[in-house]
Structures are given as C-alpha cells and as structure tokens.
C-alpha cells in the first residue's frame, strides 16, 4: 500500500463523542460521525488507547490489550466500527503501547505475586543502599523513576508515571507477547499500528545520569533498538502487505529516524520527532514559557525534511497531537486572526514531504482551553506539575498560567460540534470541561461556511490525493534567512509547487521568482505571483508551475 496520499485523523475517544450519556466518548458516538470524517477526506483514524485501563495516564497504562474498556465499548462495536469505516474508505490505526503497562496489568500482579516468570517482564534493580533508589534518574512525569517493593527489596523501573512498569524487552517472552498482541488486533481488521515512546525499550545502561538527571541518554534510541523493530515487524504487521505504521519517537535524531522509517530497513514507515514542538521551550524546559523562537522551528523543520529525504525516510507531518497544546494558540493567532493562521499552519504541515496527521478539532481551528482554575484540569502531568511549581515558589497566577500554555488538556477537551450545551459532545456533565469557545468554534458554524478552515483542509487534502508533486516531490528549501517566512519548494519531474507562509500578525515582503506561476490556494482572496510580494498577517499562498 502506498503512504503517500494517505491522510491520518487522530481521534481521542474519550473526547469525540458520546453516545450513552455519560459524558465520555465512546465507539458508538464515532460511528456516528463517520460521514464527517469522510466529508473531510481522510483515509485512516488513529485512535489513542480504547482498551482496559484504569485511566491513570488517559489509557497509556494498558491493563488489558485485548479488551476493550467497557465505558468505550464492545468488541461487536468495534467490528461495526471497523465496517462502517471501511464503506468510507477509512482504515484503523491503533496505539500500541509496549514500553510499559499499568501495574494493575495481570503480568505485573503476577509478577507481584512472585511468579519468576513475570518478574523477568519488567525492569528490578537493587538500591543503591537503604532507601536509596538504584539510580538519580528522574520520571518523565516528575519525581523518581523507581519505585520500592518492600517483599523483594528492589525497585522497578517507572519512566512515566508510578502506576506504568518499564517492560524489559532483552526478554525475548516480552518481543512475543507484543506481536502477539499486533497480530490479534490484525485478525480484527487493524491495518495501522501507531507505537508509543518506541525508541525507549533499548534500555542498555541503568548508572546515575551526571548531566540532568532524567537518565534519557542511557534508555533513549539504544543499541537493540532497530534489531527489536527489525523482528517486531517480522513476526507481526509486516506480513500485511496494506500496513500502516508511525513510531512516537522521543528525544531521538534524524540518523536514528532514518533507520526506523528507511524505504528500505523493514522497521517502521513512518515517525513522530517533537524538535519543531519545542521551539517556545525557555532552555528546553517545558514548564518555562517563552516565544516561538520562529528561526529554530523553520530550521528544525528544514533539518528534519531534508535530513530524511536524504536518508530516503518518511516523516509524519504534524502540529498537534493529544499531549500537545494546540497549535493554532500557540504558532498562530486564534484572537485576531483565528481563520488566517488556522489556514496558514495548515499549508504549512500539509504541503511538506511526508503523511500528514490532523488532531481532532484542528480542521475547525479548535484553541486551547484557556482554564483558569486548577479544579479544572484532569492531566496527571498537569496536576504533578501545579504542585511541582508551587513548592518551587512561582505564583498560582504564573503556574496557572504556564498550564493555559502547556497542559495536555488544552488538546483533550471535548470535539466541538454545535453550539449546545458542552458543544454537543454530550448532554450530561463531559469527564474533562468543555472549552468555552465552542459556542462560535464548532462544526455546525463550520460547514455552513464556504471559507472555513475546514474547507480549506479538505482541498489540502485532495491536493495531496490528486497531485504527485505533493505525494513524491522532494523538497527545496527557500528564504532560508527571511525571519518572518517559511517558504519551500517541492518538485517532480517538470512540476514545480511552491508553499509561502508567512508566521507572523503582520505584513512583510518576499522576493522570488514567482511570476510564471498560478495561484493554486490561498488564504487571502486577491493574491497575484510576482517576483515581489506582500505576504498580509498570517497568509499562505500554494503556487504551482508545470
């Protein structure tokens, strides 16, 4: 199967729709929406964890990865899921996750209960003496990464939160039982496997890190790594020839990455980087707020395009994701010009080398949720951090507002599609507050309007179905220097389309050879090639020479 029209719909199921009035999104309220996501153009829905958890980190601590969570659904839901998508031409993608399981997982209470065998699943080390953890690293989610068994005397290995165990995978019982778990969803009809945090299952030293003391040098992209991916793609998805598979890559580098997403090295198809998504990070701090730093986001994109393109590795094109704030309150501007810079980013993701990824509600440039208390938030990472910061002395009023900025919950609130009561998500109190911008941002406004941001995605999307410069060009970098514009070029055989975008609430100037081209989209109705331009606030301009 070819990746390179495809077009990917991320879904968070606790948060699309739901259908049995209980304000959690649910397999029945997807179904229901299905002729949208057609309407739309997509070809795959990737939906975050739907199986058995008990919620700790929003279902990235599995306790069951073959059931179902009861408040998503059944499994006859699903297969009716998996039926009507596929009349639209829409394929599953789902989330494996296989760096580590809840502890309520039945591996990890067995393991509890003594059995050697599912010990050897997870990740013991002794103290260092009394008390003392076996190492200084730090949890991904704030305070220590281990966690003390008084009956064994040793602590297992956390790098997310206390309830989710590191999975140890030099045992090759634990390389089974995760192909195992790729080929039973498979047999139900799931072409797409997206594989969370997959570059940390290498882990290959556990001595103290000297530097931060997050230890992610000695677990991050580790000498196994492509050998594991090798063989999971051998015994498991690679036997299907129509798959679809993206890595969540963490803190990694393009010389892995072209690896893991080579044509040719048979591990992944795809991945994930986040370098672009910390380009507002003060000292690389996501805690601490400071501007988009716009020439380190066009350099980092710049790097990362060519760098695969080079290495003949696909990228997955993205602004948003579930832990991710959203992007059109933070790179664009979602007061003044809400419509402008939702279009503009949009161009600019979806114009690049690679498979693009919309988040749900970025079609209708959903904003961040802008809470102003912290009883509003349901992020573990939001709730750990609040305390984090308080103890460290910064007013409730500056942590407040560095959680408006940064927490996930900005992308978690509920899909907004009319005007009622929590934007039609659901008719009884919703399991995370709705954002208050649902009654003039939803769906319902959206498709009344010819020149939405959602009619500007679904010609987006066409292009790349219709186009093969879009599809296989490579890419040319442009205005490398401007500090205000990201501009690129992509060509193929005689086609040349160019994509100008400019970052920024004001006017500012370009000069490129543009006058033989023809205007294929704009954001802005008027805008003429010329070899000088006026790029208005927020404008993108797609032009196209054959």
């Not at 290959?204 to 000498?223: L, V």
């Not at 399991?431 to 941001?453: E, F, G, M």
Request: proline content about 4%; glycine content about 6%; overall charge negative.
């Amino acid at each position: 199967m070819s990746k390179l029209d495809k077009v990917v719909y991320q879904i968070y199921p606790k948060s699309f729709q739901d259908s049995n009035h209980d304000g959690w999104g649910d397999i029945k309220g997807v179904i229901s929406r299905l002729d949208y996501l057609q309407e739309l153009g997509i070809n795959y829905i990737w939906f975050n964890p739907m199986i058995v958890s008990p919620q700790k980190d929003n279902g990235y601590d599995v306790a069951d990865y073959r059931q179902f969570d009861p408040r998503y659904g059944t499994m006859e839901d699903f297969e009716e899921l998996a039926r009507e998508a596929k009349k639209r031409g829409i394929d599953i993608m789902f989330d494996m996750v296989f760096n580590h399981t809840s502890t309520e997982h039945e591996w990890f209470q067995r393991a509890l209960n003594g059995e050697e065998k599912y010990k050897n699943y997870y990740i013991w080390k002794k103290g260092k003496a009394p008390g003392v953890p076996p190492n200084n690293w730090e949890s991904k989610f704030a305070g220590n990464a281990w966690e003390y068994v008084e009956k064994f005397d040793e602590w297992y290995l956390h790098l997310f939160d206390v309830s989710q165990a590191d999975l140890d995978w030099t045992n090759p019982d634990v390389r089974k039982e995760c192909a195992d778990i790729v080929n039973y969803w498979r047999e139900k009809g799931v072409h797409g496997f997206r594989f969370d945090v997959i570059n940390l299952i290498s882990k290959w030293s556990y001595e103290d890190d000297p530097n931060n003391y997050d230890g992610r040098q000695f677990y991050t992209d580790g000498p196994r790594e492509h050998e594991y991916l090798k063989e999971l793609n051998r015994t498991s998805f690679g036997q299907d020839e129509d798959h679809l598979t993206v890595g969540e890559m963490s803190s990694t580098t393009i010389e892995n990455c072209a690896g893991y997403a080579g044509a040719d090295s048979n591990e992944l198809d795809m991945v994930f980087s986040f370098h672009h998504l910390k380009v507002d990070y003060k000292n690389q701090m996501k805690w601490e707020l400071q501007d988009v730093d716009f020439m380190s986001l066009k350099n980092l994109l710049f790097k990362w395009q060519v760098g695969m393109q080079e290495a003949n590795a696909w990228n997955a094109l993205f602004w948003n994701c579930h832990d991710q704030p959203r992007s059109i309150s933070r790179f664009g501007n979602d007061k003044e010009y809400h419509k402008e810079s939702g279009k503009m980013l949009a161009a600019a993701i979806h114009m690049l080398r690679g498979t693009p990824y919309i988040y749900q509600g970025e079609e209708i440039g959903m904003t961040n949720a802008y809470f102003t208390d912290i009883s509003q938030y349901v992020d573990v990472e939001s709730t750990n951090i609040y305390k984090v910061l308080l103890d460290k002395g910064l007013p409730e009023e500056e942590v407040l507002h560095i959680l408006q900025e940064r927490s996930r919950d900005n992308a978690r609130t509920p899909m907004q599609w009319d005007d009622s009561e929590n934007g039609g998500f659901s008719d009884v109190k919703p399991w995370l507050q709705s954002a208050d911008s649902y009654r003039t941002i939803n769906v319902k406004n959206t498709l009344k309007d010819p020149d939405s941001i959602f009619a500007f995605y679904q010609k987006l999307i066409r292009m790349r179905k219709e186009m093969p410069v879009v599809q296989e060009g490579i890419i040319v970098p442009l205005l490398e220097d401007h500090e205000k514009v990201f501009a690129y070029e992509r060509k193929y055989n005689d086609e040349s389309l160019i994509c100008v975008n400019n970052f920024f609430a004001e006017n500012t100037e370009i000069d490129l050879d543009l006058a033989d081209y023809e205007v294929l989209l704009g954001n802005y109705p008027d805008q003429k090639p010329a070899s000088h331009m006026t790029l208005r606030p927020y404008e993108t301009v797609i032009l196209y020479r054959k």
